[in-house]
């Protein structure tokens, strides 16, 4: 459009640093935005978390020990006790990084709800496998393993879709630093481009 | 066709952002703040509200950055919903202005960019303050980001030929500005 995009982009800079904000102003919108990128654990939830983590320790604990010593814990929806178990502790090791690192970044919310929706899938498959295995009734044992299978395939699917995602995101990143790499080796050779002013 | 090394940083930021990283969007709000919120600011008169209009967008950015397919389309993306998240904060007044026309026909602008140099940016910075919201607006694109006539069109949702009325007639009261403040300098 127009042959002075440098001295424009020049213009740009000087044109923000022009712009003088209240400071009062700037740090309460500093504050806001800082809580939108880190929300930081209440006190109530970090109990909660901490709360959570105790009792499926505790619980988990006294099932080994009572197995372990022959007493009657497998009950006739046995499957279901390690099942539940491990989908617990899975999400008690899931809390505990988080506490440990006191706060939550929201961009990594989306990672950690991905992980949460596959293998929460997962676990309803396991769980309906488990409970159609047990059925007696050979129609409906049937239609639970279908389901879990279902459950399942839905899961695996999930699971392709974010490991694809995260490759190509990889991958992107790998090209780029190299291409970062030629652009300021090109730059240091001819001199800065035209248009570069950020 | 080789890019400048800022524009690959820019794509390596959004796809820092898209992968999730902690620091992504922090980096990425700092470096664009400063030039968003002088946007804001040219658009919205109180000076507590263009604050939290920016902070309307980050939280908006955050949603949607992961939907972002052309690094390259960055920036006509973002300032264009700064300007939604703006023109939702002050619908009425703001859209009442903004759809206001200049009078006169199309113009090719590309003669006038000799209009203002950089180290006019001050004299700029006040006039755009007199110069009514469309005028403002396109010439506040132009300055801070050299953006294209196409660009701004994008942004603002009006047609090529809007867009270059308005910066010719734009242009043409800057420099009467301009001149008019040298005058009664000197």
């Not at chain 1, 490759?167 to 248009?195: Q, S």
């Not at chain 2, 009514?132 to 607006?137: G, N, Q, S, T």
Request: hydrophobic share 45%.
């Amino acid at each position: 459009m127009n042959g002075n995009k440098t001295e424009e982009g020049g213009l740009g800079d000087r044109l923000a640093n022009l712009e003088r904000p209240t400071p009062s102003l700037k740090e309460r919108y500093a504050r806001e935005v800082s809580s939108l990128l880190e929300l930081n654990l209440s006190p109530a939830q970090r109990f909660g978390g901490w709360f959570y983590i105790a009792s499926i320790l505790i619980l988990t604990a006294v099932v080994l020990i009572r197995a372990a010593s022959g007493a009657t814990v497998l009950t006739d929806t046995w499957p279901l006790v390690p099942v539940a178990l491990a989908g617990g502790l899975a999400f008690a090791a899931m809390t505990a990084y988080r506490l440990c690192r006191r706060s939550i970044h929201r961009l990594h919310d989306e990672p950690y709800l991905e992980a949460m929706n596959i293998g929460g899938l997962t676990l309803v498959a396991v769980t309906v496998f488990a409970m159609g295995v047990r059925s007696d009734d050979r129609v409906l044992r049937l239609e639970l393993i279908g389901l879990s299978m279902l459950f399942l395939a839905i899961a695996v699917v999930c699971a392709v879709f974010v490991i694809v995602r995260r490759y190509h995101l990889e991958t992107r990143r790998k090209l780029l630093d190299i291409e970062l790499a030629l652009a300021e080796l090109a730059e240091r050779l001819d001199g800065p481009k035209k248009g570069d002013d950020r | 066709m080789s890019r400048t090394a800022q524009s690959v940083r820019d794509e390596i930021l959004i796809l820092r952002c898209q992968r999730g990283e902690a620091q992504a969007l922090g980096d990425f709000v700092r470096q664009w703040e400063g030039r968003l919120f002088y946007y804001v600011r040219r658009l919205v008169p109180q000076e507590a509200d263009a604050w939290d209009v920016l902070q309307k967008s980050w939280v908006q950015v955050v949603r949607d950055i992961r939907r972002l397919r052309d690094p390259a389309a960055l920036r006509p993306w973002l300032y264009r919903l700064v300007r939604n998240t703006a023109i939702s904060h002050y619908r009425a007044a703001l859209t009442r202005q903004a759809t206001a026309e200049f009078d006169g026909d199309l113009e090719d602008t590309s003669a006038n960019d000799e209009v203002v140099r950089t180290e006019d940016a001050e004299e700029v910075h006040h006039a755009l303050g007199l110069l009514p919201l469309p005028a403002r607006e396109v010439l506040t694109l132009h300055f801070l980001e050299g953006m294209s006539v196409e660009e701004m069109a994008g942004i603002l949702d009006v047609p090529i030929g809007t867009v270059k009325s308005r910066m010719h007639h734009a242009k043409r009261a800057l420099r009467q500005l301009l001149t008019a403040k040298k005058e009664s300098r000197s």
